[in-house]
């Protein structure tokens, strides 16, 4: 799989603009919570659309659409992939297609509610996928997940401190080919690629 610089950049760039464009409009946010946030956010989405995911998967906490979401809804949006985001709560998905309005993305995104241990199974082959621990199953979910062995990243946000296999990376990492970086993004967020894929940094 060929990286692609110039998708990449559009969606790195089409990110912060976003970040920069409403950071402090009301009419964007969740309850309290701003939904676009800077730093990290515009290179996740670089990373899947310059990587030209066809699949990509977010699990969400009972907190819904996150920064992560705008950010792959981005990447769709620019290499025309599917971007399935699993909500598990009966959340307001009304008032979520909203929010996604807001910035221009409503039509980049499928929200689906289900146990995501059930849905995700719906799923073969993931190219990119987003896993927030804040979701009591999600070491479930790490032992189910179907990714592209042939090249696949699967970030993790809000890890857990102190917890025997807690990350994704360290429930993969006896396999061939992992790579597995954390960064003290937010509440802890993890980064594995496995396979050939061309994670480079736009």
């Known amino acids: 799989m060929k990286w692609s610089s110039q998708d990449a950049m559009q969606a790195y760039l089409h990110t912060l603009q976003l970040c920069k464009t409403h950071s402090n409009d009301e009419d964007c946010t969740l309850g309290t919570i701003n939904i676009i946030q800077p730093q990290c956010m515009e290179f996740i989405s670089a990373l899947a659309a310059g990587n030209q995911a066809k699949l ?66 719906e799923f073969k082959n993931i190219v990119f996928a987003a896993i927030d621990c804040k979701f009591e199953g999600f070491l479930r979910l790490f032992e189910i997940i179907d990714v592209n062995i042939r090249g696949s990243v699967v970030v993790v946000s809000n890890i857990p ?14 396999r061939t080919g992992v790579e597995c970086v954390t960064r003290s993004i937010g509440e802890g967020m993890e980064l594995t690629r496995i396979g050939l894929m061309n994670c480079c940094k736009p």
């Open 56 to 121: 990509m998967v977010q699990v969400t906490s009972d907190q819904g659409i996150n920064p992560l979401t705008i950010a792959l809804a981005v990447a769709a949006k620019h290499t025309k992939a599917r971007f399935v985001c699993i909500l598990h709560q009966l959340q307001d998905i009304e008032n979520y297609r909203a929010q996604l309005s807001c910035y221009g993305l409503e039509d980049a995104v499928e929200l689906v509610y289900g146990n995501p241990c059930e849905v995700i199974m």
């Open 161 to 174: 401190e102190r917890r025997i296999r807690a990350s994704f990376g360290e429930v993969v990492k006896g």
